[in-house]
């Protein structure tokens, strides 16, 4: 696990990428929230496995406070 900072970095890189499944091959769901699912995935440029948070569109209109609430996960 890098640090907060890296993954910080990380994260705002990701809002940039236009289609995700060409940087990841996703795999099995690993749990489900109110707000949306995680599934484990592993990057394609590594072979490093991770978790990723998928949020609902529609949970982001109905909460405004779930962008803050998700940076505090990291």
Known sequence: RGSLTANMKHFKNLKRIRNINTMYNFGRQLGKGAFGTVRKCTSLAT????AIKII??????VNRRLPKML???L
């Open 56 to 61: 609902d569109r529609n949970s982001l209109k």
């Open 71 to 73: 940076l505090n996960e």
């Open 47 to 50: 072979g490093q496995d991770y």
